[in-house]
């Protein structure tokens, strides 16, 4: 994939890039739509709320962009998303390209995880409208499709405490809907033993083939990480997420070279800068930064590029609606040649087949690529509309 952009010379990809494939598309209204399904009846975890950015260009062609969402903060996105119309009102055409170049003198905001996600958004919008303009899926865009079907895990988080026996349930019931993969948090309301138990009980019903995937969700003291592994080694966990908070990179190191597991880390950052740090520090194998938080696909692209080169590989994170980010999430994984498992959250699929057409299902653990121009997903904007408990609307022209 030696399209993928070298960090060193980003611009030159960005111009070389708008150069070659800059065609005319001229945004008429940005819209944005946050769904709250809080209220709904889950059996197993509450769904977050979602917020969806739709760009519709003067011809009438609409794309689709989903940020991140944060408790509280959605309006800050929200106001980054419609400030963007007054760095391209002026432009003759909008491409992803020419976007995240302006968007990117913005240095101050390049860490900001609200701005990230409105860049995300807004970024899968263009990408989505270049693409159905060409008639082009965003993986063939991107670059010559290395893999199809993409390998997922299931996220089987609970936002209520589950005792052993439900968690295993649940991964089972998981693991007949098509997953061959489970990410667990062992350390949720349960002590280093405690959570031993239940990496033990789980591999015990589940098997040798199932990989199982440890979130230990940021604990503050780094030894919790270190003490729990010789405890569960045995067990054979894929990999060991949030050790310790992503900022400390220099604790997550000494993790990374005391550990015999796979450490993950990089779901609460955007922009390189991070991590290029992470990278240069060796304290990861695996880098999982969220696909609709990163500030973009082109900086996923760069992320990705970087680690390469470093044989270090790229998970994205997908805390987000199993539509828009979803897909994209697998378009890149599918060009993107150090992918690992892209990131799926099973009891988000009842809500949002809700307000999409569009339907991606695992088989014998993977996704298929959306063949689809753009990003390939239908959304339903009645039914978006109709759910949405707020919407926003910027006229450019």
Known sequence: MNDLPDARSFDDYIANYEAKQCIPIKVASIHTYIINPAAEVNSWSSVKSFLFVKLTTVDNIVGWGEAFTFSNEDIITVNYIHNFSKIITNLDSVTPWNFHKLISRDKDRLSDMSHGAARSAFEMALWDIYGKVTKTSLSNILGTSLRSPVSVYANIWSNVSRSNKEVIDKANFVIKEGYRAIKIYPL?????????????????????????????????????????????????????????????????????????????????????????????????????????????????????????????????????????????????????????????????????????????KPINGKMEVLDEPGIGVSMNLEAITKQAHSIRSTILI
């Open 188 to 360: 949720q309301n349960r002590n280093i033993h405690q959570a031993a138990k239940l990496i033990g009980d789980l591999r015990d019903s589940v098997g040798d083939d199932v990989s199982i995937l440890l979130d230990l969700a940021c604990p503050d003291d780094y030894n919790v990480a270190i003490k729990l592994e010789p405890l569960i080694s045995s067990y054979n966990p894929y990999w060991y997420e949030e050790p310790i908070d992503g900022n400390n990179i220099k604790q997550l190191s000494i993790i990374r070279n005391q550990s015999n597991f796979n450490i993950v880390t990089g779901e609460s950052h955007c922009g390189i800068d991070h991590f290029q740090t992470l990278l240069k520090a060796k304290a990861a194998q695996i880098l999982n930064p969220d696909i609709a938080a990163v500030g973009g696909i082109i900086e996923m692209l760069a992320i990705a590029k970087a680690a390469f080169e470093l044989d270090v590989k790229i998970s994205p994170h997908c805390w987000n609606s199993m539509t828009v980010s979803a897909a994209v999430m697998i378009h890149l994984c599918a060009v993107i040649p150090n992918s690992d498992m892209a990131e799926i959250f099973p009891d988000y699929f009842i809500s949002s087949h809700q307000y999409c057409h569009t339907q991606i």
